[in-house]
C-alpha cells in the first residue's frame, strides 16, 4: 500500500553540525520525491525534490539521497542553524497516478545554539 | 511574486455550520491541491484540481465535503455541517506545468478550523 514513515521522530543537534533525516517509502513505482520544512503554525516550505532516475541532488547546505534498492531517502543538512528548527516531511508521487503527495508523519529537528 | 493564498487563516465554526476556505494559487499555476493535517501528523491528501475540474478526489470523505475550482476565483474547499472531528489544519498547494510534467507543490499557510 501507499505509506511514507520516518525513522525518527525527534533530533536534536548541535549548532554548526551536519544533520541527516531519513525516509523510508514502501511504494516501488514512486517516481518522484520531495522534502518539505514545516515551522510552527506555517505551511510547509518546498526544500529540495528528487525524480526516481537520480540518486542525488543537492541544493544550498541540504542534500537528498535515494536508495531504490532498499526505498530509502535521506535528507542532509549542512552546517545546522537555529533556523532549520522545524518539523521535516518527506513525501512521495506514485508514477502513473494521480499527482497527490503521499507524505509520512514527520521529524521534528531541533537545533541547539 | 506572492505565494499560495488562503483566507481565512483562522476560523471557527459551531458544530452543524458551514465552512468555507479560500485558495488562491500561485501566478501561472494551474494545479491545486487540498491537504488536511491533524496535531502531529503529516498531510493528507484530499483532492486535485485543475481550473473548472476535479481530476482526484479520492481523499475527500464522500459527505458533507466538496471543493470547487472555479474559471475564475480561488479554489473553495467547502465543508457543510461541520463536526467537532473536522477541526484541523487544511493546506492547499498549487503547481506548475512544465514540459513532461507537474512541477513541484508549494503551499499556502493554511487555515485553521476550530468547531465548538
Known amino acids: 500500500g501507499e505509506s511514507v514513515g520516518l525513522h525518527l521522530p525527534t533530533l536534536s543537534v548541535q549548532e554548526g553540525d551536519n544533520s541527516i533525516i531519513n525516509c523510508a517509502y514502501s511504494n516501488s513505482a514512486s517516481d518522484y520525491f520531495i522534502w518539505y520544512k514545516q515551522e510552527s503554525g506555517k505551511g510547509p516550505q518546498f526544500i529540495i525534490d528528487i525524480r526516481s532516475n537520480m540518486d542525488k541532488r543537492q541544493g544550498q547546505r541540504v542534500t537528498v539521497l535515494l536508495n531504490k534498492t532498499v526505498k530509502h531517502l535521506s535528507l542532509q543538512i549542512a552546517a545546522t542553524q537555529p533556523g532549520d528548527s522545524a518539523v521535516y516531511f518527506c513525501a512521495e508521487k506514485i508514477q502513473g497516478g494521480s499527482e497527490k503527495l503521499v507524505f509520512g508523519k514527520g521529524m521534528k529537528l531541533t537545533v541547539n545554539p | 511574486n506572492a505565494g499560495v493564498m488562503q483566507n481565512p487563516r483562522h476560523l471557527v465554526r459551531r458544530r452543524g455550520q458551514e465552512a468555507r476556505l479560500r485558495c488562491s494559487p500561485m501566478?501561472?499555476?494551474?494545479?491545486v491541491y487540498w491537504y488536511r493535517q491533524l496535531p502531529e501528523e503529516g498531510l493528507k491528501f484530499m483532492v486535485y484540481l485543475q481550473k473548472e475540474n476535479i481530476i482526484d478526489e479520492s481523499g475527500m470523505p464522500k459527505e458533507r465535503f466538496s471543493a470547487e475550482f472555479p474559471k475564475e476565483g480561488p479554489s473553495i474547499l467547502r465543508i457543510q455541517q461541520v463536526v467537532r472531528g473536522d477541526s484541523a489544519a487544511y493546506f492547499c498547494a498549487s503547481s506548475p506545468d512544465l514540459a513532461g510534467g507537474v512541477g513541484a507543490q508549494y503551499f499556502g499557510p493554511g487555515t485553521r478550523l476550530t468547531v465548538l
Open positions: 501566478k501561472g499555476h494551474s494545479h
